[in-house]
């Protein structure tokens, strides 16, 4: 059974730091393309950063040069370093293991329970 579990949440004033992690458990880390979501009441989830099994990362433009996705195969591990936040960066972060595989096609989405972000003075 797959287990996402995010902590570091929490309240920061604007331009203060924060550092979420998602320990994961029951399947082969090294092989999912990590990522990191949030959501505010009333607005559809939205990919924040990404990571893929190979080290690439992707980011939201609303974001890129502030957060930072990094990821750990030892501890099965994916980090979100945010840098500068702001109180629209204010959401429930999810934290999301995705694969996709060819024979079969088939797609794989697992979820954790998510953690609150809230970027206020």
């Known amino acids: 059974q797959v287990h996402l579990v995010e902590s570091g949440g929490g309240l920061v004033q604007p331009g203060g730091s924060l550092r979420l992690s998602c320990a994961a458990s029951?399947?082969?880390?090294?092989?999912?393309?990590m990522g990191w979501y949030r959501q505010v009441p009333g607005k559809t989830r939205e990919l924040v950063a990404a990571?893929?099994?190979?080290?690439?990362?992707h980011y939201a433009e609303s974001v890129k040069g502030r957060f930072t996705i990094s990821s750990d195969n030892g501890k099965n591990t994916v980090y979100l370093q945010m840098n500068g936040l702001k109180p629209e960066d204010t959401a429930v972060y999810y934290c999301?293991?995705?694969?996709?595989?060819?024979?079969?096609?088939?797609?794989?989405?697992?979820w954790g329970q998510g953690t609150q972000v809230t970027v206020s003075s």
């Open positions: 029951g399947l082969i880390f090294s092989i999912y393309t």
């Open positions: 999301n293991a995705h694969k996709l595989t060819v024979f079969p096609v088939k797609s794989y989405d697992y």
């Open positions: 990571i893929t099994s190979d080290g690439n990362a």
